[in-house]
């Protein structure tokens, strides 16, 4: 029994894990993503989360290769060290995209498969949105992704339907209690409220809630004078403050805008609003920032989305839909566990966008892998877009929601971002780069690095340790990639290394791991930009000037009166999301490099209280995207069958051919330009139909 005894408490401690790491056979040219995702058998999820050190009634098993997690998993490790935590963040990119999920892949495999060290990657859930759209999925790329990638990419275990559910049954909580209020008496809005059950009739647990808010001390729903009844069954919201929207995972453009309530049973109410894509939802916010169930609910319940007539904030919690909406979310709240080509686990959890939202996935996935790790193992999670917007919310709102202090900065680069930030031609997704992308041309590279060496100066500003991990293309010269790295320790990088993982996997991050290895071993001086006390405008002019470069911020009126009333409401203390565009430190898309003195527009502010942060609105940017649609025709070909030349040739040709009373409504303009889009070679094609 004494023996036992030990075996189990031997078991429970961390070990280095036995894992099974699977064999890449890499192939060149490097085939479609697609290609190598399917040419690889994942193991089976069950057998993975054996390998990590999960126990049989932690997981929640969705098919064959992916899991769920259960949080009780928190309390069994709690007294385990944490592992080292690292950041993978990027400079300013191209519409492409630069590779920062590719490299967070590349690194774990590396890591684990190549240098024996526990090692996770946690990462976003990709949306619909840029998957359909022009960007393609978010499982990494080449021979260092995340598989299975369809199952990635497309649904994955349902926590953005369950997201998009949540917050359009809020919206529809709204609208219907406005409804309500205007169409029935005191009397009848509390019988609705508070009925009457087999005679009794009481309050529920949230109800009584709110009359504490209130400052009803009354238990008795009978007890209630006609104005607490008034004053308990009236929110009285102002329909011009309404902030909360309904979302949707697809780029709709046509419900931007868009006017509800025009059915005759709705009475004559009708007013303006919109569709946000689903990411930007506020709930998703609260998955990525929350540590338990408990504190989801209280999240959600917090969420401000009006105001009544009196200035007063109406809550989730104050329509009573807080409890529905924590049932709607109890299984999306655990992570999902998937793995890479070569293996090794990932957490896919949560996936808020970083020009709306905080784009960071989840404190709980990065709490359970940190434990899973162990002291000497290390957890690799990506921020959003370039470091001026998904690290420096990494650091200045999920740091202060977790708790938990970052070992290091991996900054990624390409020589094709950097050119274009040298002065290189404009760079379109979906068309063909320009030569000066494809061929040597150092000056460009070296005018492009002030980019560079701008996000390794903001990394510095939070007392991390910066690592550059240049993300090398085939068309990349070793003269432009020597430069890059010279430019990159030059500026303060702890160091700057060459990628390959894409054409050959983790054995071509081998030495980006050793880096990173040795510069979290350094420790940080890990500090945030500004203390949250800070009134909000200063807040917002420190990340501006600090963070952009700007010469200072220009308020609009609606975005200052939001900020008083958000001060008055007492929510000034909150960390800020500034909602910017990606393609630039400024506010204007087509400003690459370092602009400088420019005066940064605030054109709004919103407060997302539940997930504790104040978002202004920097220019123009909107909440629902739109991506091109036409270059992912050629992705649905390819599993229609369209995977050849000759088919594609044929197929066009039949396109081409077609009369205007066929089903086809697609010019022969059309066929040339989605053919030019198309990721595969077709350039002889191209020439055959021209």
């Known amino acids: 029994m004494v023996s036992s005894g030990r075996r189990w408490l031997r078991e429970q401690q961390h070990a280095r894990w036995r894992l099974h790491c699977l064999k890449l056979q890499p192939l060149s040219p490097v085939p479609s993503d697609l290609e190598i995702s399917r040419a690889q058998t994942p193991k089976a999820v069950d057998v993975l989360a054996k390998e990590i050190g999960l126990l049989a009634d932690e997981i929640e098993i969705y098919g064959k290769s992916k899991a769920k997690v259960r949080l009780s998993l928190l309390e069994r490790l709690k007294d385990q060290a944490d592992g080292k935590y690292v950041l993978v963040a990027g400079i300013t990119p191209t519409p492409l995209g630069e590779g920062k999920s590719t490299v967070t892949v590349g690194l774990v495999q590396a890591l684990t498969a190549h240098l024996n060290i526990n090692s996770f990657a946690c990462l976003r859930q990709p949306s619909q949105g840029p998957t359909f759209g022009v960007k393609g999925g978010a499982a990494g790329g080449g021979y260092a992704q995340v598989i299975p990638m369809e199952e990635f990419n497309l649904h994955l275990t349902g926590d953005i339907h369950a997201i998009t559910a949540a917050n359009n049954l809020l919206a529809a909580a709204i609208d219907t209690r406005i409804l309500h209020e205007n169409t029935q008496t005191d009397k009848a809005l509390y019988n609705r409220l508070v009925p009457s059950v087999n005679g009794v009739r009481e309050f529920s647990s949230i109800q009584l809630a709110r009359l504490k808010k209130l400052g009803i001390n009354k238990t008795d729903p009978s007890a209630l004078t006609e104005e607490e009844v008034s004053k308990f069954a009236r929110l009285n919201i102002d329909p011009s403050t309404i902030t909360w929207q309904r979302v949707l995972d697809t780029n709709d453009r046509f419900l931007r805008k868009m006017t509800i309530g025009q059915a005759p049973t709705e009475k004559g109410y009708s007013r303006q609003a919109q569709f946000d894509i689903a990411v930007a939802s506020e709930i998703m916010a609260v998955l990525a920032l929350t540590d338990s169930l408990a504190d989801m609910k209280e999240r959600l319940g917090r969420m401000v989305v009006a105001s009544d007539k009196d200035g007063q904030p109406v809550t989730a919690e104050d329509l009573g839909v807080t409890g529905a909406l924590t049932v709607l979310m109890k299984d999306a709240i655990k992570p999902n566990l998937m793995q890479t080509l070569e293996g090794t686990p990932v957490f896919v959890h949560a996936g808020p966008f970083a020009n709306i939202a905080h784009g960071n996935s989840s404190v709980l996935a990065d709490k359970i892998a940190l434990k899973l790790v162990g002291q000497e193992g290390f957890v690799v999670t990506e921020a959003g877009f370039g470091a001026d917007i998904g690290m420096e919310k990494f650091f200045n709102i999920k740091c202060r929601a977790s708790g938990l202090v970052p070992n290091a900065v991996v900054l990624v680069a390409t020589v094709r971002a950097l050119k274009m930030h040298g002065g290189g031609p404009s760079v379109t997704a979906g068309v063909p780069l320009k030569r000066e992308y494809t061929e040597e041309n150092i000056q460009l590279v070296a005018d492009g690095c002030c980019n560079l060496q701008k996000q390794i100066q903001i990394a510095q500003l939070f007392g991390v340790p910066v690592i550059v991990a240049l993300n090398v293309f085939k068309t990349d010269t070793r003269a432009e990639i020597d430069l890059v790295c010279e430019l990159a320790k030059r500026a303060g990088a702890f160091d700057a290394v060459p990628c390959y993982h894409w054409s050959i996997g983790g054995k071509g991050t081998v030495e980006l791991a050793r880096a990173v290895r040795e510069a979290a071993s350094k420790g940080s001086r890990f500090r945030f ?57 400024s506010h204007q898309p087509d400003k690459k490099g370092v602009p400088r003195d420019f005066i940064l527009p605030i054109s709004d502010v919103r407060a997302s209280i539940g997930a504790g942060f104040i978002y202004p609105l920097v220019g123009t940017v909107s909440e629902l995207p739109c991506y091109i649609m036409f270059p992912k025709l050629f992705q649905s070909l390819w599993f229609m069958g369209f995977n050849k030349p000759n088919s594609l040739l044929n197929f066009s040709k039949t396109v081409l051919g077609q009369k205007k009373s066929s089903r086809w409504s697609l010019s022969s303009d059309h066929v040339v330009l989605i053919l030019s889009l198309s990721f595969y070679n077709l350039q002889g094609l191209f020439n055959h139909l021209v």
Not at 542 to 568: C, F, H, M, N, W
Request: with cysteine; proline share 5%; charged share 20%.
């Open 529 to 585: 930009l500004y203390d949250v006390q800070l009134p909000i405008v200063e807040k917002i002019r420190t990340i501006a000037q600090a963070v952009y470069g700007a010469k200072d911020i220009e308020l609009s009126p609606e975005a200052q009166s939001k900020i008083d009333r958000y001060t008055q409401q007492g929510f000034g203390n909150l960390p800020i999301c500034m909602a910017k565009t990606h393609l630039s430190l």
